[in-house]
């Protein structure tokens, strides 16, 4: 489909450089701090095994995230991988399908069967009505997520879990700073797991962790990321090489130094967006309350007959928008076997689009946008009658 040239005047006062713009364009903020933390680096000659800025930027978060155990990895999906290799479960796992493919891919490669449940069209979250009707008495453990930062159910989950003696593992891949009633998302569960990857509101290029207050789960991830050593010479359980490196914890130490700012910028640019975007007919930009607090994702729903078009356009004017997650993990081939129904799922799967977002878009990127999508939409319209 060819369409109707939608530039702007506005898009003439901003930088050629700026284009593309990308969804989730990574914060450079910590620069500075990052290139002072590698001097350290190389002065010392240690860059992994757990080095100084490895040891400080677990006990920062810690602090921050007031949690007992953080334990880093080199990325969300390790870290998946060790707390399920961790928590020995076995048989059956309940999870959303409206999530990214990793989770399941862990499950099936440790052995496990992923079992997709909906979601609730309210939250997007995992439904619990639909979840609990999915326990049976090879289902292990349940893992929730926490889509698009906004906290789910989590003392619903909880009490689930307790009541039926499974396991529960919170994912909060996109929920780093944000709270559950007050309290910082990352002690919930029996673990929670997050993605510290450059496109996430903070990042350490490529990451991830495991937040816990179970001290004997602690210390069995310490072990297995470190290819189970206990000692130089001595194995006490069978893990892999999950470290992340001491480059990759500078840039966190820097991200986390300025991550106030960070979510201070991500706050103007979704403000705006929601201004814009209730003005134009036809797009619903998701609804961040106080506990959701890095304002990460400009996550939208556009009617299905639009969404792909209107991705199409953007990307036509360098606009490097979105499709989350279509289509879910349950179509995907290695498990559309099972023809699993889940309307929910696909419906949103089919409306889902992520604008440009976060600290490193400007004021005047954002009108730009939300002057093509306006105009785009009113063509759109026309055209249907």
Not at 42 to 68: D, R
Not at 134 to 146: F, K, N, R
Request: net charge negative.
């Amino acid at each position: 489909m060819k369409h109707k040239d939608l530039t702007h005047s506005n898009s003439k006062s901003i930088p050629t450089a700026s284009f593309p713009i990308h969804a989730n364009k990574p914060s450079t903020l910590g620069k500075e701090h990052f290139l002072e933390l590698m001097e350290e680096s190389f002065s010392h000659a240690w860059f992994s095994n757990a080095g100084q800025h490895c040891s400080n930027l677990e006990k920062q978060l810690e602090q921050h995230l007031n949690v007992k155990h953080c334990i880093l990895t080199a990325n969300g999906t390790l870290a998946m991988l060790a707390v399920i290799s961790s928590l020995t479960l076995s048989g059956k796992v309940i999870l959303p399908a409206f999530t990214f493919t990793s989770t399941a891919n862990v499950l099936s490669l440790l052995g496990l069967e992923p079992v997709f449940c909906d979601i609730n069209p309210l939250t997007q979250n995992l439904d619990l009505n639909e979840c609990e009707q999915l326990i049976t008495s090879d289902v292990s453990a349940i893992i929730p997520t926490h889509l698009w930062g906004r906290a789910t159910n989590i003392e619903a989950f909880e009490k689930l879990a307790k009541d039926h003696n499974i396991k529960l593992i919170f994912d909060a891949a996109h929920a780093f700073g944000n709270n559950y009633k007050g309290v910082p998302i990352a002690s919930f569960g029996d673990a929670e797991v997050f993605s510290f990857h450059a496109t996430k509101s903070f990042h350490t290029f490529e990451g991830g962790a495991i937040t816990t207050d179970d001290e004997t789960l602690a210390e069995k991830l310490r072990l297995f990321i470190n290819f189970g050593f206990k000692d130089y010479d001595d194995i006490a359980l069978i893990g892999i090489n999950a470290k992340l490196s001491e480059a990759h914890c500078a840039m966190g130490l820097a991200n986390l130094k300025c991550f106030g700012e960070i979510t201070r910028r991500s706050k103007t640019i979704y403000l705006l967006y929601k201004k814009r975007l209730a003005e134009i007919c036809g797009i619903d930009l998701v609804n961040y309350d106080g506990d959701c607090m890095n304002y990460h994702y400009i996550a939208c729903s556009v009617s299905v007959n639009n969404r792909d078009s209107l991705i199409e356009m953007l990307h036509s004017k360098d606009i490097i928008a979105r499709k989350y997650f279509s289509p879910g993990t349950h179509k995907l081939k290695p498990y559309s076997k099972n023809n699993i129904k889940l309307p929910i799922t696909d419906l949103f799967a089919d409306q889902t689009i992520i604008l440009p977002g976060g600290s490193n878009i400007t004021k005047q990127e954002v009108n730009y946008i939300c002057d093509l999508i306006s105009e785009f939409l009113k063509q759109r319209e026309v055209a249907n009658g």
